[in-house]
T-cell receptor
Framework: EAQVTQNPRYLITVTGKKLTVTCSQNMNHEYMSWYRQDPGLGLRQIYYSMNVEVTDKGDVPEGYKVSRKEKRNFPLILESPSPNQTSLYFCASSHNGAGEETQYFGPGTRLLVL | QKEVEQNSGPLSVPEGAIASLNCTYS??????FFWYRQYSGKSPELIMS????GDKEDGRFTAQLNKASQYVSLLIRDSQPSDSATYLCAVRRGGSYIPTFGRGTSLIVHP
């Protein structure tokens, strides 16, 4: 089954404690991205990657890091989480990020930073 | 600043009616337009994408694009209770890989 998986689905952590949210897709997609979704602010892109070792900032990259060492995986790293990073996070992938192609979203990770 | 505006709703329609969802955008360089459906607690799911002015139909869904007026709309014919969800409009500038999403319109279809 074609899918995007994220782990963990729920996470409660404390300020400053480094964490990683994993994202994996099994569709051999080149393009992957991370979004955060906040009430009243909608869905905003954090980082995206067009292929292995090729990443770029989205609209809200501050406080986040990503890496793309393998085509299927695109982890999101919060080196020093802060309460304003409490949010619902989605990973997404598509064939190449352009055109009218479908972007597949993962199930989401709900993060609470205390 | 790229902006995509949607009425937050909720938009309430009776079962079987046509639901009309609207979206306006500020960036005249926008070339790709998308409608996503998001059920509560779930991830967004692409319903329609449209590039050219005019209408694009897919089953009960019709996307309408008017670049001169900078709006894109989604019509849902024969609305069903299962269509109750939040509908997100997304816009992407030509050559960009970063879509801008609206805040979504909540649709309620009541029996």
């Amino acid at each position: 089954e074609a899918q995007v998986t994220q782990n963990p689905r729920y996470l409660i952590t404390v300020t400053g404690k480094k964490l990683t949210v994993t994202c994996s897709q099994n569709m051999n997609h080149e393009y992957m991205s991370w979004y955060r979704q906040d009430p009243g602010l909608g869905l905003r892109q954090i980082y995206y990657s067009m292929n292995v070792e090729v990443t770029d900032k989205g609209d809200v990259p501050e406080g986040y890091k990503v890496s793309r060492k393998e085509k299927r995986n695109f982890p999101l790293i919060l080196e020093s989480p802060s309460p304003n990073q409490t949010s619902l996070y989605f990973c997404a992938s598509s064939h190449n990020g352009a055109g009218e192609e479908t972007q597949y979203f993962g199930p989401g990770t709900r993060l609470l930073v205390l | 600043q790229k902006e995509v505006e949607q009425n937050s709703g909720p938009l309430s329609v009776p079962e079987g009616a046509i639901a009309s969802l609207n979206c306006t955008y500020s960036d005249r360089g926008s070339q790709s337009f998308f409608w996503y459906r998001q059920y509560s607690g779930k991830s967004p799911e692409l319903i329609m994408s449209i590039y050219s002015n005019g209408d694009k139909e897919d089953g009960r869904f019709t996307a309408q694009l008017n670049k001169a007026s900078q709006y894109v709309s989604l019509l849902i014919r024969d609305s069903q209770p299962s269509d109750s969800a939040t509908y997100l409009c997304a816009v992407r500038r030509g050559g960009s890989y970063i879509p801008t999403f609206g805040r979504g319109t909540s649709l309620i279809v009541h029996p």
